[in-house]
């Protein structure tokens, strides 16, 4: 059974950095894409990065240029953060779509995807 576990979470200041990593246990292929998502309290959970097999990244608007999403492809998937604001407070979760033991990750017959269960940043003002 993969899952997928988020650390790093944590109480920062406005304007302080944390990098949040998410591990996959279990057995996979290899890694599809990745994304980071947020969900702040009152609001939707929402996209805020992704990196792709051919390391493409991209970003939510809203924090292009202070945060980065890094990834192994296989294992890891980690997401920089500076300059928090207190607005960026919630629960980070990570989501990857992977293959099957065995395939490719451009196998698109053999993908399926996992959300991890969240980390909470809160940053304060």
């Known amino acids: 059974q993969v899952q997928l576990v988020e650390s790093g979470g944590g109480l920062v200041q406005a304007g302080e950095s944390l990098r949040l990593s998410c591990t996959i246990s279990?057995?996979?292929?290899?890694?599809?894409?990745a994304n980071w998502y947020r969900q702040v309290p009152g609001k939707e959970r929402e996209w805020v990065a992704k990196?792709?097999?051919?390391?493409?990244t991209e970003y939510l608007e809203a924090v292009r240029g202070r945060f980065t999403i890094y990834s192994d492809m296989h294992k890891t998937v980690d997401l920089q953060m500076r300059s928090l604001k207190p607005e960026e407070t919630g629960v980070y979760y990570c989501y990857v779509v992977y293959s099957l033991p065995g395939y490719s990750s451009t196998y698109v017959r053999k993908l399926t995807s996992t959300w991890g269960q969240g980390t909470q940043v809160t940053v304060s003002s």
């Open positions: 990196v792709t097999s051919d390391r493409r």
């Open positions: 279990g057995p996979i292929g290899s890694i599809n894409n």
